[in-house]
């Protein structure tokens, strides 16, 4: 099997230089893995290998050229830079993009779809310049023995242009996207299954901030897109409408055109902030330049933010309605209320913090009456809720030199229910928590770890219980070269009461760096584990899993 690897690296001109000539970096390893078990109903094979390589050839100090294979007893893959490369030469502020590249222009318009084709980026003083062509999609043709029937794709090709300006708190940039599939890339017949039209798209957007009274902010975008879902159904003419922007595009009948629009205004200062945001995107807004859009949605936020105690204490939030059915054509409507906040604190090995996310939604649906045909469902109001609590708290304190102890405690706790018209319907629980202690003799090379952890669940008629303890040390031997770990954790799970498994999970692990010649010959390390893991009182028959890994790595 042969794969692509794409590599984006930005070749500087000022550093070329003949006598640097080849340089080769990169790395080899050779990974066996062991595994045994008592389930049946597990298929896994007993021995595997795996030799994995990634290369790096460096060519008068300005190209990159990289590669990478794997090569193992169930499967063979190679990679290799030129299947799907990128060559990205740079002088100053001029720099090239040849090959794959997957530029960014903005949200609404270009935003960042592999293209095969070129790319340009000159950043003069407080300009930026960008312009791209190339293909986003190759035409595959259908396959009736290979079943491809959801790779079938048109030939699409497309081009942008973006120019920005940014200078002494000004930012403002226009950009210009279109993007158009081959209708006559395929030749062989297309079945109705897979669902495939051929498009167009022309997007442009406009974007301004800027800020004034040394703290305050302004800031807005608005792109709108002229899309065409089915070039076969075009007739090819333009529409006759005294509409300046249908005259300027040149809007055919089947056409359509839908805008996105977002603005904030806000205070920012060193100790606190606060900021306005609106946006609204039309339903079945999209672009070809991206591969996935949030559309019909319009959304108000305020997020404010507090730092105090000289940013040792950080306090923040965001706070927001959304709404959908812009157009007011679905049978639902759907409103949410969305809440968060955060609170942490660092000082002097103390850190801590608490979060807090509330998602309420409010689905209204409602009675819809057709000429053949009447729903019986009623108009139906419905609401959901979901709360989630976080916090954390960890401790370090002890010499750098001799002792060090750590303490970390962390409790979550998720809640959700749903209601239709008062009436309750579903709701869950679920709450974790986990406590560790940890040391360090620094000049022993040696730390240990105890920690216990629980895990409650309860979902209607659902209840469950995980819990236990665990310890783990690390053991640094000649000079840290040879570093050894030890592991055990015993856990209890009980479900409706009931005690369904006990499991003992242990593991051993060590690993070895060689000295003395990774300067001429690279970086050579040794490494192998070993994990079982034992499932006791079960109703079934005790079973177990072991599973071995060995590994020798290279790095130059």
């Not at 949030?294 to 305020?302: G, H, R, Y």
């Not at 108009?379 to 002792?403: C, H, P, R, V």
Request: aromatic share 14%; glycine share 8%.
């Amino acid at each position: 099997m042969v794969q692509g690897v794409l590599f984006s690296m930005a070749q500087d001109l000022e550093q070329f230089d003949v006598k640097k000539g080849l340089k080769v970096s990169g790395g080899l390893s050779f990974n066996n893995t062991f595994y045994s078990g008592s389930d049946s109903l597990i298929h896994r094979d007993p021995y595997m290998y795996t030799l994995s390589g990634n290369l790096n050839f460096n060519i008068l100090g300005i190209i990159d050229a990289p590669f990478s294979f794997a090569v193992s007893n169930t499967s063979k893959t190679y990679t290799q830079p030129f299947n799907r490369f990128q060559f990205a030469p740079k002088y100053k502020w001029v720099k090239l993009y040849l090959g794959t590249t997957n530029m960014h222009f903005s949200q609404y318009t270009l935003a960042g779809h592999d293209a095969r084709g070129v790319g340009v980026e000159l950043t003069p003083g407080h300009w930026n310049v960008s312009a791209m062509y190339g293909r986003f999609k190759k035409a595959i043709e259908y396959n009736p023995e290979a079943n491809n029937i959801y790779d079938v794709a048109y030939k699409r090709m497309g081009y942008g242009f973006k120019v920005g300006y940014c200078n002494k708190g000004t930012d403002a940039n226009v950009i210009l996207f279109s993007a158009k599939d081959d209708k006559e890339s395929l030749e062989m017949p297309i079945p109705a299954e897979a669902d495939l039209h051929p498009q167009k798209n022309m997007a442009v957007s406009a974007y301004f901030r800027q800020k004034f009274l040394k703290h305050f902010f302004v800031q807005g975008e608005y792109a709108l897109s002229l899309y065409n879902s089915e070039l076969r159904a075009s007739n090819g003419e333009q529409i006759e409408s005294a509409n300046f922007i249908d005259r300027v595009f040149g809007r055919n009948g089947n056409d359509r055109f839908v805008d996105a629009l977002n603005a904030s205004l806000g205070y920012e200062g060193a100790i606190w902030g606060l900021s306005f945001c609106y946006e609204r995107v039309a339903p079945d807004y999209q672009t070809l330049g991206g591969y996935y859009f949030t559309n019909d949605v319009e959304t108000f936020t305020l997020a404010p933010y507090l730092k105090l105690v000289g940013g040792k204490l950080s306090m923040s939030g965001k706070f927001g309605l959304e709404r959908n059915n812009l157009n007011d054509l679905k049978a639902d409507d759907t409103r949410r209320m969305v809440g968060s906040a955060n609170v942490s604190f660092s000082s002097k090995g103390f850190m801590t913090s608490v979060s807090y996310s509330n998602f309420s939604t409010y689905t209204r649906y409602r009675k819809t009456a057709y000429p053949y045909y009447v729903d019986d469902l009623d108009s139906l109001n419905f609401y959901q809720i979901n709360q989630s609590l976080n916090a954390m708290a960890s401790y370090n304190f002890g010499k750098d030199t001799t002792l060090r102890h750590n303490i970390n405690v962390m409790a979550s706790y998720q809640t959700s229910d749903s209601k239709n018209d008062d009436v309750k319907e579903s709701i869950s629980d679920i709450v974790s928590a986990s406590v560790s202690y940890g040391q360090s003799l620094v000049p022993k090379d040696f730390s240990f770890a105890t920690f216990f952890s629980i895990n409650h669940a309860t979902a209607d008629l659902y209840k469950s219980l995980y819990y236990g303890p665990g310890i783990s040390c690390t053991k640094q031997f000649f000079d840290k070269h040879l570093t050894t770990g030890l592991s055990f954790a015993f856990n209890e799970n009980i479900l409706n009461d009931k005690k369904t498994n006990s499991l003992l999970n242990s593991s051993l692990s060590a690993s070895y760096l060689l000295h003395g010649i990774k300067e001429k010959y690279g970086r050579h390390t040794f490494s192998a584990s070993a994990g079982l893991t034992n499932r006791l009182k079960t109703e079934m028959a005790r079973n177990y899993e072991f599973l071995a890994t060995i590994r020798y790595g290279i790095t130059f």
